[in-house]
């Protein structure tokens, strides 16, 4: 190539990700992305190094322990892995971990790592007409635009079943967010029904659906949503509500009791529209749409879907993260009745923070978000001083419940203090399972190689030295025996992102599973 801006522009229609790459950065931006990765590489080929170099482990950051273990195969990655229920961190214990393929195989990881073997079983899947998750919608392709220099031409991602993270239950079962059918939804999710949120907001269409797995006796159950899926957790209440992201203008819930009582998937789930009720008569009315300005007798819906998914363990509530700029969290309280009774809160994000991504909510109920902006953003719904509903209440009317605690390493030059760290995911961990105690909240350190705790106000990284390039996208923590010291909990979670071969341990790498421990000394046994 001439220049390295065309190298560039070569590199990134490579393989079956190749189409998305493009998209964004030649037709979305005009190609300007490229000129700067051309300089990047160019300086660095001229001997140029980083500006700052990485601080060796500090403190307590000398006691932590890494175990891992190589998991699945070369060509498919590992978006995540569950191994408790987050309410109850006993669940499984020394159990298996369940792994979550995504877009690359219907293959469903799973690892003992009590005994140090690795099994799988394919997702099954209902239809025989459900598509493969490439194309349109999906951050795959199913055409190659130019050969990988790894792969070729050969097309290594092949999902249908589109597995993107799983749950326990305190049953000990498995709740994915999977696929198994075509987007067609069922006529009872749809215009015409007496289902309940069919009747306030019908569904025709959705992607991904859910799926159960109990251990025990093998049973994969089709669990046939109306909306849309993408992270999942259980909610605090008597039914053990699971609650959904992914549902795009809806957020969606299924009351595992009611199913498991009745089998009856359509009356155990539910669905509502995000209404704000910007009347301010503290009751879900007719509203104007989007697109339309405030009416004072009626309430305001928004388009804020949900990424993540965080029931309150305070109030009942139902909060999630959505992107956008500057972003923002919502809170979705139920009501008594829901979707009739549901309504919606809406906080943007002020500056310096923005583009919120994975977030959690602690035991006190405030909400913890990792910011595109290099922040661990925190949100209290308690310091709120003005009213948090009527006309105003519309997403600007709480910036002092925001704080922002900046990540460590180096940042962006020109733009005084800031950090380039660009977090995935944040998880609070409300029961001690790693060991810095209750309700710490901590971040995916997607540049930091590894992950970043918030203790006492300081940020604590958990590094992981080798193969450099560590990356996860979610984790989870558990304890299997509360009486076995530091031995007996810790922290699990997946790196590799899509391409694990692009690390330094080069093709034939494989995605792993991570065990961060915390030893009360760096020379602790």
Request: hydrophobic share 35%.
């Amino acid at each position: 190539f001439a220049t390295s801006e065309e190298t560039w522009l070569r590199r990134i229609q490579s393989g079956q990700a190749g189409e998305m790459m493009f998209d964004a950065l030649v037709k979305d931006l005009g190609g300007a992305p490229l000129r700067y990765f051309a300089d990047w590489t160019d300086r660095i080929a001229k001997g140029e190094l980083p500006p700052a170099k990485p601080p060796r482990p500090q403190g307590i950051e000398r006691n932590i322990v890494v175990t891992t273990w190589d998991w699945l195969d070369d060509k498919h990655y590992l978006h995540d892995l569950i191994s408790s229920d987050r309410r109850e961190p006993t669940v499984n214990s020394y159990g298996p971990l369940y792994g979550s393929t995504e877009h690359s195989s219907d293959i469903l990881p799973i690892l003992d790592p009590v005994k140090h073997t690795a099994s799988k079983i394919v997702a099954p899947l209902r239809d025989a007409n459900t598509p493969v998750a490439l194309g349109a919608g999906f951050p795959a392709s199913d055409k190659i635009m130019q050969p990988s220099p790894y792969w070729g031409e050969e097309k290594i991602w092949d999902s249908r079943a589109n597995n993107h993270n799983g749950m326990f239950d305190k049953k000990g079962r498995v709740w994915f967010a999977a696929r198994f059918r075509d987007a067609n939804n069922p006529d009872f999710c749809k215009k015409g029904s007496d289902h309940p949120s069919a009747k306030l907001f019908p569904l025709e269409r959705t992607n991904r659906q859910i799926t159960m797995l109990d251990p025990k006796t093998g049973q994969y159950t089709f669990v046939d949503t109306c909306f849309g899926t993408h992270h999942l957790q259980f909610g605090y209440d008597a039914n053990d509500t699971l609650w959904t992201s992914g549902g795009g203008a809806v957020v969606g819930w299924l009351n595992t009791k009611m199913l498991d009582e009745t089998g009856d998937v359509a009356k155990a789930q539910g669905w509502t529209a995000l209404i704000l009720d910007t009347n301010g008569n503290g009751k879900r009315d007719a509203y104007v749409e989007p697109n339309q300005p405030l009416d004072s007798a009626k309430d305001k819906r928004i388009q804020s879907g949900f990424y993540a998914v965080m029931p309150s363990p305070v109030d009942g509530s139902i909060w999630g993260s959505s992107f956008s700029y500057p972003g923002a969290i919502v809170r979705l309280v139920p009501g008594a009745n829901p979707p009739e009774t549901a309504l919606a809160e809406i906080y943007n994000v002020p500056l310096p923070g923005f583009g919120p991504r994975g977030a959690d909510i602690d035991r006190q109920g405030v909400v913890w978000v990792s910011l595109a902006s290099g922040h661990l953003g925190s949100f209290d719904r308690r310091k709120c001083k003005g009213p948090l509903n009527g006309p105003k209440a519309t997403g600007d009317h709480c910036p002092e419940g925001w704080s922002f605690h900046q990540y460590p390493g180096p940042g962006f030059k020109g733009i005084g203090d800031n950090s380039a760290e660009s977090s995935y995911y944040t998880w609070v961990d409300q029961h001690n399972t790693f060991g810095l105690g209750e309700d710490v909240p901590m971040s995916t350190g997607n540049l930091n190689d590894g992950l970043i705790a918030m203790k006492d106000g300081k940020m604590i990284v958990l590094r992981v030295p080798y193969p450099l390039g560590f990356y996860a996208k979610g984790f989870d923590g558990r304890i299997d025996d509360p009486k076995a010291g530091w031995k007996g909990r810790g922290l699990w979670t997946t790196s590799g992102d899509r391409t694990p071969w692009l690390n330094e341990r080069g093709k034939g790498a494989k995605p792993m599973a991570v065990h961060f421990q915390l030893r009360p000394d760096p020379l602790a046994k």
